[in-house]
């Protein structure tokens, strides 16, 4: 009984550090599906990481970027935060978006941590999960 008390311990202990960060990663992330929301591109861009901002150099380029290719994320009908994962180092959050149709997405966000506050760095539409998630 010891034993399992204590790989539960240790196992909680190795993935407390990305548990104490769901709370600022999912702030940074909802607070650009606001930005979204209010047609905000510049708010929005804010929350990208250096890399993104040099990608596509404008907020109002950015902005087209999103309303084409991420239309659920301009647009959510609703969202929901599923798990926060180290994959090699990086941080991974997994967020499932309702969009206006009803369609649901899963998507990842890896986010990187600057000196001004968490950003995101990359966003994975996972393919082949359908409406039925």
Do not use: C
């Not at 929005?44 to 950015?62: D, K, V």
Request: glycine share 8%; net charge neutral.
């Amino acid at each position: 009984m010891r034993s399992v008390l204590f790989a539960g311990v240790g196992i909680f202990l190795l993935t407390f550090p990305v548990f104490a960060q769901r709370e600022p990663v999912t702030a940074v992330i909802g607070s650009q599906f606001e930005a979204f929301l209010n047609n905000d591109t510049e708010t929005a861009f804010s929350f990208a990481s250096p890399n993104i901002r040099r990608l596509f150099g404008t907020p109002e380029r950015f902005g087209e970027m999103v309303r084409q290719g991420y239309p659920m994320v301009w647009r959510p009908a609703e969202v929901r935060y599923l798990d926060l994962r180290d994959v090699a180092g990086s941080l991974w959050q997994r967020v499932m978006i309702t969009d206006q149709t009803g369609a649901v997405h899963l998507l990842d966000y890896q986010m990187v941590k600057m000196e001004s506050g968490w950003k995101i760095n990359a966003v994975h539409l996972l393919k082949g999960q359908g409406d039925s998630v």
